[in-house]
């Protein structure tokens, strides 16, 4: 029965994978999400396909700013560039784990340390350092509590799946095997609804992106000016209004999502110390941490 879930899930993420590599070129998506969803559907497979379709596509020819300009698909794009550049790391850190046989906790910490100093100091600082004016500095800084409190809940959703299903499935602990690599799937698929709930409330209160749209400036002429005007206004904090970026034909615009106000310093610091509340209960549900 499992292999045949199995070999059903990889077909489908082969097919998912290659219509994503075909397609995404066309979608006026920042390269930074671009990379996210293609990194996403090879752990999502036809889920990050779905969540492509229905939340960053298109439908006609020069509407995707429109079209993702709705919270549920700015706060979809969030999640989806958290659970991308965290997971490769994640990922990376459970194969080290499990080829050096580490102990709940060995593998726990190599796991989040990897996760989140690949994508807070990579996919976030580095990526989208434009944001901010260019600075990587300001941006590590911009983006550290986001990247903290987003990892924590990816964790406490993907740590007790992987513990969950290893024992259950054979050849599940054991990196060549494509039972592990099913086995990550799901956990990257429960961990991106964790995150999902945090991401909201990120965007929301302007402490993260959401989706983007880059306009070729060749094809919007004057409008250039005016996405240029929005940028210098909106994009001071770094987050939701538009900047420049991949070089000086294209221009990155954004909705208001998120504008205005962020949460006092009280506010942000209970929301750190939630989630790591919840991180320690999904460490105690998953078992042998706390034995």
Request: aromatic share 12%; charged share 10%.
């Amino acid at each position: 029965m499992i292999q045949g879930i199995m070999t059903a899930w990889f077909i489908l993420t082969g097919l998912s994978l290659a219509f994503i590599i075909v397609d995404i070129p066309k979608t006026p998506e920042s390269t930074v999400l671009k990379w996210a969803f293609v990194i996403l559907v090879v752990f999502t497979g036809p889920l990050g396909a779905f969540f492509y379709v229905l939340g960053c596509r298109e439908p006609l020819k020069g509407t995707h700013e429109q079209y993702v300009s709705s919270t549920w698909r700015q706060v979809l794009g969030s999640t989806m560039h958290c659970a991308a550049g965290d997971g490769v790391g994640i990922i990376a850190g459970a194969v080290i784990g499990a080829l050096l046989s580490l102990s709940h906790w060995g593998d726990f910490t190599l796991e989040y340390a990897l996760g989140f100093g690949f994508g807070w100091a990579f996919f976030q600082a580095f990526a989208m350092r434009d944001m901010v004016g260019g600075s990587y500095t300001l941006s590590l800084k911009e983006t550290f509590i986001p990247e903290l409190v987003s990892m924590n809940l990816l964790m406490a959703g993907m740590i007790p799946t992987m513990k969950y299903l290893m024992p259950r499935i054979d050849g599940a602990g054991d990196p060549l095997q494509l039972a592990f690599w099913f086995t990550m799937s799901m956990a990257m698929v429960v961990g991106f609804i964790f995150a999902y709930p945090i991401n909201w409330w990120l965007v929301v209160n302007n402490l993260k992106h959401g989706m983007l749209t880059v306009i070729d400036t060749v094809d919007v002429g004057d409008k250039h000016a005016a996405h240029g005007s929005a940028a210098s206004q909106d994009g001071s904090s770094g987050h939701e209004g538009g900047s420049k970026t991949g070089g000086d034909d294209a221009v990155a615009a954004h909705d208001d999502h998120g504008a205005g106000q962020r949460p006092g310093k009280t506010t942000i610091a209970a929301v750190v110390v939630l989630t790591f509340a919840i991180l320690i209960v999904a460490l105690w549900f998953a078992g042998g941490f706390f034995n």
